[in-house]
């Protein structure tokens, strides 16, 4: 299998939305975005499937001396193989990949957040950069992109939070900011119990709803700071947007169950919002 392969293969399997998006894209720009996507769910899915910290901590290592060796020009693998020869084209920088690594190392240190700050800082990392990197491979010509860019991925990074309260919860994880939960009067306990009566009630259901609306401003927010000369050039972002904000309606819809579920959306919807978006430009 060529390194191509494996990050097709890799990004695919996935199921992500991102994907959707990729599709659209010319063929040097969907491959960039393509190994660059690889490379997160890589760096990414060692925090979440490692069953020790200890050995999540040292992929996490590795992984950061594997970015600085691809950028030397001795990348081992798949990922950094297909990605490396594109990064200099895109402007992928080491930076980039290590702050990532940085924000995947947050989730092997800590399990709390104690207030929006701090939450902002984790989101940053792992997901305002990668939409940095994801809207100059797209293609901009403005400055002014890249602080969309970073406003698109916190509030992308906030939906996830949102969808993934339970599933967090199971690994002994709490996103939601503490200072939020004691200002809804919502316990830890309520939600690493995962189940009703404890979990379900009209606090959470205000805690979620407050955390809905805050994720829907940042939308707008970042909207307002695309500048109409990039707007044609980011439209897989803002394929990626419609899809998040839609599954972002979902989960209000079904009255924020998302203690024992994880919502999501079929691959054909998916397609279609990206297809509609790409139609429409907006």
């Given at each position: 299998?060529?390194?191509?392969?494996?990050?097709?293969?890799?990004?695919?399997?996935?199921?992500?939305?991102?994907?959707?998006?990729?599709?659209?894209?010319?063929?040097?720009?969907?491959?960039?975005?393509?190994?660059?996507?690889?490379f997160?769910?890589?760096?990414?899915?060692?925090?979440?499937?490692?069953?020790?910290?200890?050995?999540?901590?040292?992929?996490?290592a590795?992984?950061?001396?594997?970015?600085?060796?691809?950028?030397?020009?001795r990348?081992?693998?798949?990922?950094?193989?297909?990605?490396?020869?594109?990064?200099?084209q895109?402007?992928?920088?080491?930076?980039?990949?290590?702050?990532?690594?940085?924000?995947c190392?947050?989730?092997?240190?800590?399990?709390?957040?104690?207030?929006?700050?701090?939450?902002?800082?984790?989101?940053?990392?792992?997901?305002?950069?990668?939409?940095?990197?994801?809207?100059?491979?797209?293609?901009?010509?403005?400055?002014?992109?890249?602080?969309?860019?970073?406003?698109?991925?916190?509030?992308?990074?906030?939906?996830?939070?949102?969808?993934?309260?339970?599933?967090?919860?199971?690994?002994?994880?709490?996103?939601?900011?503490?200072?939020?939960?004691?200002?809804?009067?919502?316990?830890?306990?309520?939600?690493?119990?995962?189940?009703?009566?404890?979990?379900?009630?009209?606090?959470?259901?205000?805690?979620?709803?407050?955390?809905?609306?805050?994720?829907?401003?940042?939308?707008?927010?970042?909207?307002?700071?695309?500048?109409?000369?990039?707007?044609?050039?980011?439209?897989?972002?803002?394929?990626?947007?419609n899809?998040y904000?839609?599954?972002?309606?979902?989960?209000?819809?079904?009255?924020?169950?998302?203690l024992?579920?994880r919502?999501?959306?079929?691959?054909?919807?998916?397609?279609?919002?990206?297809?509609?978006?790409?139609?429409?430009?907006?």
């Amino acid at each position: 299998m060529t390194p191509q392969q494996y990050v097709q293969d890799r990004a695919a399997r996935s199921g992500s939305s991102f994907y959707y998006a990729f599709m659209f894209l010319p063929p040097a720009r969907r491959a960039a975005i393509t190994a660059f996507y690889a490379f997160c769910r890589e760096v990414d899915d060692v925090v979440d499937e490692a069953g020790e910290p200890q050995v999540a901590a040292a992929k996490l290592a590795w992984w950061r001396h594997e970015v600085d060796e691809a950028y030397a020009g001795r990348a081992s693998h798949p990922a950094m193989q297909a990605l490396l020869p594109l990064a200099g084209q895109f402007g992928i920088e080491a930076a980039h990949l290590q702050a990532i690594i940085d924000g995947c190392r947050i989730d092997l240190e800590q399990s709390r957040f104690a207030d929006y700050p701090a939450l902002q800082h984790y989101c940053h990392l792992v997901a305002g950069v990668v939409g940095e990197v994801a809207a100059d491979i797209f293609g901009r010509t403005e400055a002014a992109t890249v602080s969309y860019a970073h406003r698109l991925g916190l509030a992308m990074q906030l939906t996830n939070i949102i969808r993934d309260v339970g599933d967090d919860a199971r690994r002994g994880r709490i996103y939601l900011p503490t200072a939020e939960l004691q200002r809804f009067d919502v316990q830890a306990a309520e939600l690493l119990l995962r189940q009703a009566p404890w979990g379900y009630s009209e606090r959470f259901t205000a805690l979620m709803r407050f955390q809905t609306e805050r994720a829907r401003r940042t939308y707008d927010e970042a909207l307002a700071l695309l500048p109409a000369a990039d707007r044609q050039a980011q439209k897989p972002g803002l394929m990626m947007a419609n899809i998040y904000r839609t599954l972002l309606g979902e989960i209000e819809r079904q009255g924020f169950r998302v203690l024992h579920q994880r919502t999501s959306l079929t691959p054909l919807r998916k397609l279609w919002i990206a297809t509609r978006t790409h139609l429409r430009g907006a």
